[in-house]
């Protein structure tokens, strides 16, 4: 039976509410403020002082981004590494925990200190970017997907989590006949979609965001993925601003950006970099969500057995 709770109790629930109410304020009004800038009309746009809602409404930005041949190709890029460099994570991280996972694997602790230590240590940029050249990865669509096919940490999670299932599973496949892959692909698989939902965000989420593959192992512009295009957008939305603040011609940084564009639409540069910026996060907004229940459950599991 719940007692009586006390003043001091709804003190504590008020000042709760209060800071959690504080936090999302703070992280909600910098996403309306950026909504509300791309969707504000570029003149608009250059006086400043937006909150969060336009004061002029305009679907330009939108339009140049969408209707520009350089962005739906970036685009294609970035789910094919997406898509592609999950999947084959997810199989070879899976594989190598399975076997992990048994202790009458010959050697196990060795290989299990092969993965641990490169987590601490690495060879270095250099060493890294010098043998990318040399598998031929350098400026290819492969580079996205080869080198982030293993991931130490989720080798380690995912291990975890096949060592909690029950050996009554394997066993009992065993005695069916039933070998090894067959055991992982049609036993071990199908029950633990927590930690495969787990590994997929991580690995998703860093191929989709990943810039930096794009800038230091790709100098075609034809294979640079959305987030590089974000990034050179907002380059030239930086130049394009102090240009303007020079001359005291903030229009003619709007045309500027809508010239970057290719279009002769009113498109400020800072509207244009923000419509960007949710053109790039909103497949991630879209599909973060379904996976969030299987995320919690997949940490909790994978962090209870050591």
Known sequence: MVGK????????????I????????AVMYPFLNALAISFNHAEDTALGGI???PRRFAWESYRSILTNPIIWRAYAITIYRTVVGTVLALFCTGIIAYGLSHSNLVGRKAYSFICLVPMYFTGGLIPVFLMIRQM????NLLVYVVPALIGLFNIILMRTFFQSLPEA?????RIDGANYLQIFFRIIVPVSTPIMATIALFVGVGHWNDWFTGVVYITNPDLRPMQNVL???VNEARMQEQLAALTGQAGGAAAAAAGMMGR?????????????MFVT???VLIVYPFLQKYLVKGMMVGSIKG
Do not use: C, Q, Y
Request: proline share 4%; glycine share 4%.
């Open 169 to 173: 599973l394997e066993e009992s496949a």
């Open 136 to 139: 031929g990865l350098f400026n």
């Open 51 to 53: 909150t969060l809602w």
């Open 18 to 25: 209060l800071i959690m109410l504080f936090v999302i304020a």
């Open 5 to 16: 709770r006390s003043i001091k109790d709804h003190i504590v629930d008020i000042i709760i």
């Open 281 to 283: 996060i909103f497949p």
């Open 231 to 233: 990034l050179a957008v």
């Open 264 to 276: 002769g639409r009113p498109a400020n540069v800072r509207s244009i970099t923000m419509a960007t």
